[in-house]
């Protein structure tokens, strides 16, 4: 089932580092930033984990929950999440069963041959597990700062109606 913006997430469970559990429901109440990239320890890939690890304190601050989603195993993850110091937990999504609901698995040219891989995107959730907003194909300078303005954004949204 496909992931649409303004509709709740479908059902889904996962494992991340820590042995956190993760699901549709698992975060209810509080807002989620699932972020999707290609692989540990790559150039792009750890420019982007550190700029969520240093602005980290201000997601929390702003209600929201960081997870990292990739198809790496939980061994590379832990070994990324130590080597980098990361204040959130990696999905090891290694069947790509998230991957392929959030739409985020394209068909990439890499030296010239067809391969399979991660489209960077992140994904909103809001606190009643409704996808808010997303981002697809992005490039890394300033993405962070975009996610945070539009989390600190919706957490503005929430106190009005509450």
Same mark, same amino acid.
């Given at each position: 089932?496909?992931?649409?913006?303004?509709? !709740?997430?479908?059902?889904?469970? @996962?494992?991340? &580092?820590? %042995?956190?559990?993760? $699901?549709? &429901?698992?975060?209810?109440?509080?807002?989620?930033?699932?972020?999707?990239?290609?692989?540990?320890?790559? !150039?792009?890939?750890? &420019? #982007? @984990?550190?700029?969520?690890? %240093?602005?980290?304190?201000?997601?929390?601050? /702003?209600? @929201? #929950?960081?997870?990292?989603? $990739?198809?790496?195993?939980?061994? $590379?993850? %832990?070994?990324?999440? /130590?080597?980098? #110091?990361?204040?959130?937990?990696?999905?090891?999504? &290694?069947?790509?069963?998230?991957?392929?609901?959030?739409?985020?698995?394209?068909?990439?040219?890499?030296?010239?041959?067809?391969?399979?891989?991660?489209?960077?995107?992140?994904?909103?959730?809001?606190?009643?597990?409704?996808?808010?907003? #997303?981002?697809?194909?992005?490039?890394? !300078?300033?993405?962070?700062?975009?996610?945070?303005? /539009?989390?600190? @954004?919706?957490?503005?949204?929430?106190?009005?109606?509450?």
């Amino acid at each position: 089932m496909a992931i649409v913006v303004n509709k !709740p997430l479908p059902e889904f469970e @996962a494992v991340a &580092t820590g %042995d956190i559990k993760v $699901s549709n &429901t698992s975060h209810m109440g509080q807002v989620v930033v699932l972020y999707f990239y290609p692989k540990d320890n790559t !150039p792009g890939c750890t &420019t #982007e @984990a550190m700029q969520f690890r %240093d602005k980290y304190k201000d997601f929390v601050k /702003a209600g @929201a #929950e960081v997870f990292g989603v $990739s198809r790496d195993n939980m061994k $590379s993850h %832990d070994d990324f999440k /130590a080597k980098l #110091e990361l204040p959130f937990e990696l999905v090891a999504d &290694t069947e790509e069963k998230l991957c392929h609901m959030f739409g985020v698995v394209k068909n990439k040219i890499m030296y010239g041959k067809k391969v399979k891989g991660i489209e960077r995107s992140t994904f909103l959730v809001g606190p009643d597990g409704i996808l808010v907003q #997303e981002w697809r194909g992005l490039k890394v !300078p300033g993405h962070v700062d975009e996610v945070l303005k /539009a989390v600190k @954004a919706l957490k503005h949204q929430v106190k009005k109606v509450a």
